[in-house]
C-alpha cells in the first residue's frame, strides 16, 4: 500500500512539474505575441502619420485645433471679470468636456488609421481614445489651470522626463490600449497636452488565435503524458492484483496437496501397526482411503496441467447435439446424488431444443456453479435451476440462497485464481478456478455466464449457449 501510494505521489508531483513547466512556456509565448501586436500596430501607426503629414501637412488634429482655440478665446473673454483668476469646478467639467468632444469629433486620424491599416493587410477594426492629460487657459500671459491629470502632475512635479518608450509603457491603461502618439499644444488662448491610442477590443483573441498551435500541442502533451500515467498505473496495478492471486492460488494449492499427502502418510503408518495387519476389514478400509485420497491428489495434479495447458493452446471442445433437457437433467439427477444435504428444483421450458455441446465441459460447468451453490452457503442449501430458450439461445439460471457476492468482487470473479472476499477464508476452500473454468466453457461453447448477487441474499448465474 506504501509502495503504491509511493508511486502516485510521484506521478501527480511529475503530472503538476509538466502542467506547470507548459503553463509558463505558453505564458512566455502569449507575453511575446502580445509585444509583437503592439510592436507591429505602433509601427503602421508611425508609418500612417508620416504619410498623413507628406500628403497634408497635418497630423489628423488641425480642425480640432481650431475649433478649441475659437472657443478658448470666448472663455478667456468671459473670465476677464474674474479677478482672481479661479474657475467653478463646473464650469472647469464643461470646458474639459467641450475639448474632449471637440478631439473626438473633428479630428481625422481614426479613420485615415482604419483605411491604412486595411491596406496593408491587418485587423482594421478598433476602437480610438484621447486621453487629455493637461488643459490651461492663458490670459494675460496669466496661467489659468482648468484639468491636470494625477499621471500628468506626477510627472511635471517629482520625477523627470521618462524616455520615450518608458512613458508609452506608462500611458496605456489596458492591455488592449497601443499608443500612437502626443501632442502638445499652446497659442495666446490656451496650452493642450492629450495622448492618442488605439483599442483593439478582440486584441485577445486575435492573440488566442496566433498561439491555439502551441496551446494545443502544449494540452496533448500534458494529456498524453497523464494518459501514459493512468496506463502504467493500471497496468502496474493489474500486475500487483495478479501477483497477489497467484500468490493465493500457491497458498491454497499446498493447503490442499498437504490435505491428501498428510492422510496417505498417516493411512501408509497405519498398515504397519501389527495391531491393523491382522485386521482384514482395517486394511481394506485404509487402502479405501489412500485410494481416494490418491484419486483426489490426482485430480489437483491434472488441474494444474490443465491450467498450464490453457494458457499454451487455445481451448479445444469436441460438441455433438444433444436433447438440452435431457442433458440437464442428468447433470442435476448425478449431482443430487452426491450432495444429500442440498435441496434441488428445476424448471426446463427447452421446446425440444437441441445443441451442439461437449458433454464433458459442459458437465463441468454445470457441476462447479452446482458445487459453488452447495460451498458457500451457511444454511442448508436451496438450488433453483430454471432452464428456457430466448433469441435463439438457451439460457439456464441456476440460483442459491449462498452469501452472496458484492459488487465490487462481481467484476472478478471469472478471472482465474481469483477469490471473493467473502469466500476467501478457510472455511470455503477453493483454489479460485471454478469459475474461471464455467467462463471459459461457456465461451469455447459461443455463449456466456453472467452473475446477479447480493450479499447475504444469494446468487443467480446465468449461462446462455446458441443453438
Same mark, same amino acid.
Request: charged letters at 30%; a neutral charge.
Given at each position: 500500500m506504501k509502495k503504491r501510494n509511493t508511486i502516485l505521489l510521484f506521478g501527480i508531483l511529475s503530472i503538476i512539474i509538466l502542467a506547470t513547466v507548459q503553463v509558463i512556456i505558453i505564458s512566455g509565448v502569449w507575453r511575446q505575441k502580445d509585444e &509583437? !501586436? #503592439?510592436?507591429?500596430?505602433?509601427?503602421l501607426s508611425q508609418d500612417a502619420l508620416s504619410v498623413m503629414n507628406r500628403r497634408w501637412g497635418t497630423d489628423g488634429f488641425d480642425t480640432a485645433r481650431l475649433v478649441i482655440s475659437a472657443q478658448s478665446d470666448k472663455w478667456v473673454r468671459e473670465i476677464t471679470s474674474i479677478k482672481d483668476d479661479t474657475l467653478s469646478t463646473v464650469k472647469k467639467q464643461d470646458m474639459l468636456l467641450y475639448v474632449k468632444m471637440a478631439l473626438n469629433d473633428e479630428q481625422d486620424l481614426s479613420p485615415f488609421l482604419s483605411d491604412f491599416f486595411? $491596406?496593408?493587410?491587418?485587423?482594421?477594426?478598433?476602437?480610438?481614445?484621447? $486621453?487629455?492629460?493637461?488643459?490651461?487657459?492663458?490670459?494675460?500671459? +496669466?496661467?489659468?489651470?482648468?484639468?491636470?491629470?494625477?499621471?500628468?502632475?506626477?510627472?511635471?512635479?517629482?520625477?523627470?522626463p521618462r524616455p520615450d518608450a518608458d512613458r508609452q509603457r506608462q500611458k496605456a491603461k489596458s492591455v488592449s490600449e497601443i499608443y500612437v502618439k502626443g501632442?502638445?499644444?499652446?497659442?495666446?488662448?490656451?496650452? =493642450?497636452?492629450?495622448?492618442?491610442?488605439?483599442?483593439? +477590443? /478582440?486584441?485577445? #483573441?486575435?492573440?488566442?488565435?496566433? +498561439?491555439?498551435?502551441? =496551446?494545443?500541442l502544449s494540452l496533448l502533451s500534458i494529456l498524453v503524458v497523464v494518459g501514459l500515467f493512468l496506463i502504467t498505473?493500471? #497496468?502496474?496495478? @493489474?500486475?500487483?492484483?495478479l501477483s497477489n492471486l497467484k500468490t493465493d492460488f500457491i497458498n491454497n494449492m499446498t493447503h490442499e496437496l498437504k490435505t491428501p499427502l498428510s492422510t496417505i502418510t498417516v493411512a501408509g503408518r497405519t498398515l504397519e501397526m501389527p495391531q491393523i495387519r491382522s485386521n482384514e476389514e482395517k486394511i481394506l478400509e485404509t487402502a479405501k482411503m489412500?485410494?481416494?485420497?490418491?484419486?483426489?491428489?490426482?485430480? =489437483?495434479?491434472? &488441474?494444474? =496441467?490443465?491450467?498450464?495447458?490453457? @494458457? $499454451?493452446?487455445? !481451448?479445444?471442445?469436441?460438441?455433438?447435439? *444433444?436433447? &438440452?433437457?435431457?442433458? &440437464?437433467? /442428468?447433470? *442435476?439427477?448425478? !449431482?443430487?446424488?452426491?450432495?444429500?444435504?442440498? +435441496?434441488?428444483s428445476q424448471k426446463y421450458n427447452f421446446n425440444g431444443a437441441e445443441v451442439d455441446l461437449d458433454t464433458v465441459y459442459f458437465t463441468t460447468l454445470i457441476n462447479n456453479l452446482?458445487?459453488?451453490?452447495?460451498?458457500?452457503? @451457511?444454511?442448508?442449501?436451496?438450488?433453483?435451476?430454471?432452464? !428456457?430458450? @430466448?433469441?435463439?439461445?438457451?439460457?439456464?439460471?441456476i440460483a442459491d440462497n449462498g452469501i452472496g457476492i458484492n459488487r465490487n468482487d462481481q467484476k472478478h470473479i471469472f478471472d482465474k485464481f481469483y477469490r471473493a472476499s467473502t469466500g476467501n477464508i478457510h472455511k470455503y476452500k477453493g483454489l479460485g478456478l471454478g469459475l474461471y473454468y464455467?467462463?471459459?466453457?461457456?465461451?469455447?461453447?459461443?455463449?456466456?455466464?453472467a452473475v446477479s448477487s447480493k450479499p447475504g441474499k444469494g446468487s443467480i448465474f446465468t449461462v446462455t449457449i446458441p443453438y
Open positions: &509583437m !501586436f #503592439n510592436l507591429r500596430y505602433r509601427l486595411e $491596406r496593408n493587410g491587418v485587423d482594421s477594426k478598433f476602437n480610438y481614445k484621447i $486621453r487629455v492629460n493637461r488643459f490651461e487657459l492663458i490670459r494675460n500671459d +496669466t496661467i489659468i489651470p482648468v484639468y491636470a491629470s494625477e499621471e500628468f502632475s506626477s510627472r511635471i512635479n517629482r520625477r523627470p501632442a502638445g499644444w499652446e497659442d495666446n488662448n490656451f496650452r =493642450l497636452d492629450f495622448d492618442y491610442f488605439i483599442d483593439f +477590443t /478582440d486584441k485577445q #483573441n486575435i492573440i488566442l488565435r496566433d +498561439t491555439s498551435a502551441s =496551446l494545443a498505473y493500471r #497496468n502496474l496495478m @493489474e500486475e500487483k492484483r489412500i485410494g481416494k485420497q490418491s484419486v483426489h491428489l490426482n485430480q =489437483l495434479i491434472n &488441474m494444474i =496441467l490443465e491450467i498450464s495447458m490453457w @494458457e $499454451r493452446t487455445q !481451448f479445444q471442445v469436441d460438441k455433438k447435439k *444433444v436433447d &438440452m433437457e435431457e442433458l &440437464m437433467k /442428468d447433470i *442435476v439427477g448425478s !449431482f443430487r446424488t452426491g450432495s444429500t444435504n442440498c +435441496t434441488l452446482l458445487s459453488n451453490a452447495v460451498k458457500y452457503s @451457511e444454511k442448508d442449501p436451496v438450488i433453483d435451476i430454471e432452464g !428456457f430458450t @430466448e433469441d435463439s439461445k438457451v439460457c439456464i439460471k464455467v467462463k471459459k466453457i461457456a465461451e469455447a461453447h459461443g455463449g456466456d455466464v
